[in-house]
């Protein structure tokens, strides 16, 4: 952003001065150099951290990804206000320009996303949540893009100028890395959505959301990865017992068998540990679930051949009835 700044004010000098059309060139050439270097900044910072996550990532691929949508799409978004110089009025209010960011970054966030998930293809198993990542964060960040952007007057030396940049910078990376850092997670995981219910279920205050879901924790038959999932469910002597709606599209479930399978549930805003059990029509014990759970939600409509999840705690106390 430093970089970026610089180059804008360089050609904001270079328009004000005669005989603009035979610097043109030169303006874009010195706009385009900004926003390659912001890029190059962007990209190989996070490709670094990333691959230290995942070395399966292709950090050249990623990088060029980043330069030619977050660079030279920088660089286009710059050139119309940077080669018509200063007007000597005064600039548009600080509110409208923080709008403004966020239209941009709507706009700017998915399709570098895109380009970014194409470059992780192969080093997450769902690299297409990056998309959504990007769409939450680049609005925000450019917001204060353009505030801090909007911030100097056309009298500030340059030096005063950099500085600016670079607290911006600073400040619109510390956004960018806070949003996008959090979605990590749902690339080889749960999607968001999913974490973000956890999160809530595990704070001091729930909301009474424990009173009708609780956090499960599988492993995976044959990677042994970890997954962490939040379940509805209804309590019968002691017991959890889940449904898994839409079972023909989930895959969780099918990491259970008999007989249990160790697993983590999250009771009272704390992770314990438990044994589940699948229970199918004609298993010992099916039935009772099965209208346990009716009991409790008796507007869903399950099949008697739905699967049901069995989970007991190691120390069941703390369960209450979901009434």
Not at 229 to 234: G, H, T
Request: no cysteine; hydrophobic share 50%.
């Amino acid at each position: 952003m430093t970089a970026a700044a610089g180059a804008a004010r360089t050609t904001q000098d270079l328009a004000d001065r005669p005989g603009l059309a035979g610097s043109v060139g030169l303006a874009l050439a010195i706009i385009v150099a900004g926003g390659l270097v912001e890029g190059l900044a962007l990209g190989g910072a996070q490709a670094g951290e990333l691959a230290r996550w995942r070395p399966a990532l292709r950090r050249g691929r990623y990088v060029t990804a980043t330069v030619l949508v977050a660079g030279l799409g920088w660089a286009i978004a710059s050139a119309p206000s940077a080669l018509a110089g200063d007007d000597g009025g005064s600039g548009p209010p600080v509110l409208l320009m923080a709008l403004g960011g966020v239209g941009i970054g709507l706009v700017m966030g998915p399709l570098l996303g895109a380009a970014q998930a194409w470059a992780l293809r192969g080093a997450v198993a769902h690299p297409w949540r990056w998309v959504g990542a990007n769409a939450a964060a680049w609005p925000f960040a450019i917001a204060v893009i353009f505030v801090g952007a909007g911030t100097p007057g056309a009298d500030w030396p340059l030096g005063w100028l950099l500085v600016d940049g670079a607290v911006t910078g600073a400040l619109a990376g510390t956004v960018l890395g806070l949003v996008t850092g959090w979605f990590l997670g749902s690339l080889t995981g749960s999607p968001g959505r999913n974490r973000g219910v956890l999160h809530l279920l595990g704070a001091s205050r729930r909301l009474g959301l424990d009173r009708s879901l609780s956090g499960l924790e599988v492993h995976g038959r044959r990677t042994g990865r970890a997954y962490r999932l939040p379940v509805q469910y209804a309590a019968d002597a002691g017991d959890l017992v889940v449904v898994p709606g839409r079972a023909e599209r989930k895959s969780w479930w099918r990491n259970l068998g008999r007989p249990a399978t160790p697993v983590e549930a999250l009771v009272d805003g704390t992770w314990r540990p438990a044994t589940a059990v699948l229970l199918r029509p004609g298993d010992p014990g099916h039935a009772e679930a099965l209208t346990a759970y009716r009991a409790r939600w008796a507007r869903v409509r399950l099949p008697d051949d739905q699967p049901v999840v069995r989970v007991r705690l190691d120390d069941p106390a703390g369960i209450q009835g979901a009434a």
